[in-house]
């Protein structure tokens, strides 16, 4: 039981790791740029979250504002550091990225302090519920209906409506899809609400979950999110979600047999590492 | 006062040698490497563990160098295999299994790290000394390559591999090389440190150190010698000129990288190439 | 009449389509081989199995009697066999006489550690400035190959491939690209190379100028040889003809 409930876990936090992957395998995808800074867009969705809900009593109120912040933000990185840069090599946006991400992260510590804020009326920190034997709490669970309900939703909008089949033309051939009066920069945009959104649910949730936000947080979950990227084949939405939950898993399981090697996080990265020796294009790239 | 001069230069030479030998691997041969402080990691805890076993400085120096030096060709080889954009997940993925590994070992001190090292056997002043002349040694070896034909090598690998293996350049074995000299010197800048600090703690080598070695490179401009070496010794001795400078050092790092790299992505010497440009242009236009 | 090079019963497939199914044919040293054949024949695929740049699935390669089958690309071009790309790539952030030197300096560059010999430039200045006067791209030496024209670039791109010394050169559409006058021009170039001692084999789309400057022609077709002997009695026989214009 235990062996099954460590796997159920590994799935919450792999629900967790796509919501943050997908966004940064879309920027990928889009513009070839490894957007780090999208950890700062993580943590900002939390922050925003913990003041917001502090502040009004109103948790839906603190993530419907994190979620729309963390966008606004996302767009706003996009516009003011990656678009302007973009025929440079790409070694020179992701350095970018990676300064924006040092300045949001220390802006949060020289706000809110480094030992980060937490939630002052969070029921569900502790309201546990009984699946089949296995304990889960509800901000997990809320974690793994998020990430389904949006995935298939943004699934379903890229297979099946105009604007969605356009914006995976731009991703494969962006000339033919502008003759076809796609507009890149659109796509663009609407990748960076959507993908920057997510990742504000998912700071908003995994502040919930551990009833405080500190200004570290973005860093590792992002460093894992690049590492899902590339193990599911950058730019392959599927390749990530996928990668995302064996992510999840492999790190429950690996945490409990490797615990004297290797601390948790490690073990994402050996997994990764591994697996590229092995397969050097991902798990589902395409070479 | 004269403790504080020997500390301060020793530090300068100490960034030095790491900021250099980053540039022989990422400046001088394009290979993008985002965990280069477990190579730092690697010299300094080898040397370290060394030097309380009693194996003397001269000894501890060289096998710190050594081991990181080996263990950079072994990552070099991950280099072989994946594309650019992987490499710098898979670095950055090095760099946290490093220091996951390192956390947990019991006999390297775990979470508190080694400390009560022995000192130098020499006088702050005359060890900084020592350093001083290990970072001009890596000045003019980094100089030595630059005008040499591994530089002009360098230069072609790091534009275009595929047409490098067109001119009969063995590209594997040139990345592996640079690696292995880069790693090797982040190792001795390891060793020195060791002896100067007398105690060591895995968070010294994690991800901010990486990216601020980077940022020294980067603002230098990647891939000139005394760019690097500039701005080595302006980031140095910037949190000691101004205490405010110095609670923010983060924050003006990843402010610099944002800054240089959308404005001036050649750094300190891309910008001080571009002023002599202009300068000779205004004397050719004069009468 | 020395065999210079030799492909044997090559095969090669992607994703289920076979670009190479037992190609096999003979180089001599000396001559100018053109290797033609309608689109999708193989014609790339083979050059670049012949140059390193792709692993065959089965076959082999010999060059001076050596089986070079599994050899690295830079390996082959330190043995003498030279290999210019369809689509040009010269290093951009170097200078054409840069792009140049580097090959020209290939002695220098065997090893990392020959490398880091104290060894001046001069000397593989001069060899490249003089391949350049030759090329007729003396003018352009300090520019970036940005600044150049295609057919300048392609120049680049076969001056380079000649700096390395080779003794086989393979050249893959060579005159791609370029107006009737380029091509013209660098087709006579490109005949003047047997001569001074390399041997060229090139594949072409281009047959008014092969068959004006070839020695000898191969035909490929779905993978295979089709024909191979001199120019004019290969394009009198009918099922070359049937090939080119699809019927099979």
Redo the contacts between chains.
């Keep these: 039981m235990y062996f099954v409930e460590l796997g159920v876990k590994g799935l919450v936090y792999g629900c967790m790791y796509a919501m943050m992957a997908v966004g940064l395998t879309l920027v990928?995808g889009l513009l070839?740029i490894?957007h780090i800074a999208h950890a700062g867009v993580f943590a900002l969705g939390a922050f925003i979250a913990v003041v917001v809900a502090n502040a009004t009593g109103s948790l839906a109120l603190g993530v419907a504002l994190a979620i729309v912040l963390s966008a606004v933000a996302g767009v706003a990185i996009y516009r003011f550091?990656y678009q302007?840069?973009l025929g440079?090599p790409?070694?020179?946006?992701?350095?970018?990225s990676?300064?924006?991400?040092?300045?949001m992260?220390?802006?949060f510590r020289?706000v809110f302090g480094a030992y980060g804020i937490a939630f002052e009326h969070n029921p569900y920190y502790t309201a546990t519920v009984d699946l089949a034997g296995i304990r889960l709490n509800y901000v997990e669970i809320a974690m793994v209906i998020a990430a389904t309900v949006l995935l298939v939703g943004f699934g379903l909008f890229a297979s099946l409506t105009r604007a969605g089949i356009g914006s995976r033309g731009t991703v494969s051939d962006p000339q033919m899809a502008t003759s076809f009066g796609v507009d890149p920069v659109r796509v663009r945009y609407l990748n960076f609400i959507f993908g920057s959104g997510l990742a504000g649910i998912a700071g908003a949730l995994v502040g919930l979950l551990n009833n405080y936000v500190e200004p570290t947080m973005g860093?590792l979950v992002s460093?894992k999110a690049?590492?899902i990227?590339?193990l599911g084949g950058?730019g392959s939405v599927r390749g990530t979600l996928i990668a995302s939950l064996i992510l999840g898993v492999v790190e429950s399981y690996g945490t409990i047999y490797l615990?004297?090697?290797?601390?948790?996080?490690?073990?994402g990265?050996?997994f990764?590492?591994v697996v590229?020796?092995v397969r050097?294009q991902?798990l589902l790239g395409r070479g | 006062m004269s403790g504080y001069i020997a500390s301060l230069l020793s530090v300068i030479g100490i960034n030095m040698i790491l900021a250099l030998s980053l540039n022989i691997i990422t400046g001088f041969c394009g290979q993008?490497s985002l965990g280069h402080a477990a190579f730092y990691g690697i010299g300094a805890y080898t040397a370290a563990y060394l030097s309380k076993l009693g194996v003397p400085l001269l000894l501890t120096l060289p096998a710190g160098a050594a081991m990181a030096g080996l263990i950079g060709v072994v990552v070099g080889l991950?280099s072989l295999?994946?594309?650019?954009?992987?490499l710098?997940?898979?670095t950055?993925?090095?760099g946290?299994?490093f220091?996951?590994?390192v956390?947990?070992q019991k006999w390297l001190g775990a979470e508190l790290g080694i400390s009560g090292i022995p000192g130098p056997g020499l006088d702050p002043l005359a060890y900084a000394l020592l350093i001083g002349i290990s970072a001009a040694s890596v000045v003019a070896f980094s100089l030595?390559?630059k005008r040499?034909?591994?530089g002009?090598?360098f230069?072609?690998v790091?534009?275009?591999e595929?047409?490098?293996?067109?001119?009969?350049?063995?590209?594997p074995?040139?990345k592996l090389?640079a690696f292995g000299i880069g790693t090797a010197l982040a190792g001795l800048a390891g060793g020195l440190y060791v002896y100067f600090a007398r105690i060591i703690l895995p968070d010294t080598f994690d991800?901010?150190q990486s990216?601020a070695i980077?940022t020294m490179v980067?603002i230098g401009g990647?891939g000139s010698v005394w760019g690097v070496v500039a701005s080595t010794v302006a980031l140095t001795l910037l949190p000691e000129v101004s205490r405010a400078a110095s609670d923010?050092r983060?924050?003006i790092?990843?402010?610099?990288?944002?800054l240089v790299?959308?404005f001036s992505?050649g750094g300190l010497a891309g910008m001080a190439r571009a002023y002599i440009a202009a300068y000779r242009a205004r004397r050719r236009a004069l009468p | 009449m020395t065999v210079l090079a030799h492909i044997d019963d090559l095969h090669k497939s992607f994703g289920g389509v076979a670009a190479a199914n037992g190609a096999s044919f003979a180089v001599t040293a000396g001559e100018l081989l053109a290797v033609i054949g309608p689109n999708g024949a193989g014609k790339t695929t083979t050059l670049r199995l012949m140059?390193g740049?792709l692993q065959p699935d089965s076959g082999r390669i010999l060059f001076d009697d050596r089986d070079v089958t599994s050899l690295?690309?830079?390996?082959r071009?330190?043995l003498g066999l030279?290999?210019?790309?369809q689509i040009v790539?010269?290093?951009?952030?170097?200078s054409t006489i840069e792009n140049v030197?580097?090959?020209a300096?290939?002695r220098?560059?065997?090893?990392?550690w020959?490398?880091?010999?104290?060894?001046s430039?001069q000397a593989a200045r001069e060899r490249a400035a003089a391949i350049l006067e030759r090329i007729g791209l003396a003018g352009q030496a300090e520019q970036s190959p940005r600044a150049l024209p295609l057919g300048q670039r392609k120049r680049l791109e076969v001056a380079?491939?000649i700096a390395?010394d080779p003794r086989l050169l393979l050249l893959d559409e060579p005159l791609a690209g370029l107006s009737s006058a380029e091509a013209a021009t660098m087709a006579d170039l490109i005949r003047t190379l047997p001569q001074a001692g390399i041997t060229v084999v090139l594949v072409e789309h281009n047959l008014g100028e092969v068959l004006r400057v070839a020695d000898r022609i191969v035909v490929l077709d779905g993978g295979k040889v089709l024909a191979d002997g001199a120019p004019a009695e290969v394009m009198a026989r009918a099922d070359v003809r049937q090939a080119y214009t699809g019927t099979s």
């Design positions: 990928y070839r490894l550091a302007p840069l440079h790409a070694f020179v946006p992701m350095i970018v990676i300064g924006i991400f040092v300045v992260q220390e802006g020289m860093g460093y690049l590492a990227i590339v950058l615990a004297d090697i290797f601390d948790r996080d490690a073990i990265f050996l990764l590492i590229l020796m050097p991902g | 993008v991950t295999r994946v594309r650019h954009d992987f710098a997940v898979t950055m993925g090095i946290f299994l220091l996951g590994f956390r947990k030595w390559i040499s034909w591994m002009f090598t230069d072609a790091a534009d275009d595929d047409a490098a293996r067109t001119v009969g350049i063995n590209v074995a040139y090389t991800f901010v990216i980077l980067v990647t923010y983060l924050l790092f990843g402010g610099m990288l944002i790299m959308r992505p | 140059a740049l690295p690309a830079h390996a071009v330190r030279g290999f210019t790309h790539r010269p290093f951009y952030s170097f030197m580097i090959a300096g290939h220098q560059t065997t090893s990392p020959r490398a880091l010999m104290p060894r430039r380079r491939a390395l």
